[in-house]
């Protein structure tokens, strides 16, 4: 985990201040969110990657928000069918900061 945390350090600082995020608070908030259990930087686990959600998105210039929505709504069939639950009990600010994350450092 500490080698996540020093990549996501410093691919954040490396990425510019367009989508500069606190990647130590962001990697808290996935932790404490339950988001680890079905994500990981690099490897499918039960959701895709960080790695694979940032390629998928990485044209698309509302990803952000595309992001945020599926985190705050949940989503069904657009990584397979097991669907990823809602996280409707997540304030604004947390999930953007959440959805710049995967958009900056992966």
Do not use: F
Not at 5 to 24: E, I, P, Q, R, Y
Not at 88 to 94: G, H, T, W, Y
Request: aromatic share 4%; with cysteine.
């Amino acid at each position: 985990m500490r080698s996540l945390l020093l990549s996501a350090s410093l691919l954040a600082l490396a990425s510019g201040s367009a989508h500069a995020v606190d990647a130590a608070a962001a990697i808290e908030l996935a932790k404490a969110n339950g988001c680890l259990s079905c994500h990981s930087s690099q490897e499918k686990i039960v959701g895709p990657s960080y790695a694979s959600v940032a390629a998928k998105y990485k044209d698309d210039k509302d990803a952000v928000a595309s992001l945020a929505q599926s985190i705050q709504n949940g989503s069904k069939g657009k990584w397979g069918r097991i669907p990823m639950p809602p996280h409707p009990s997540m304030n604004a600010a947390d999930i953007k900061t959440l959805a710049q994350w995967i958009m900056a450092t992966h």
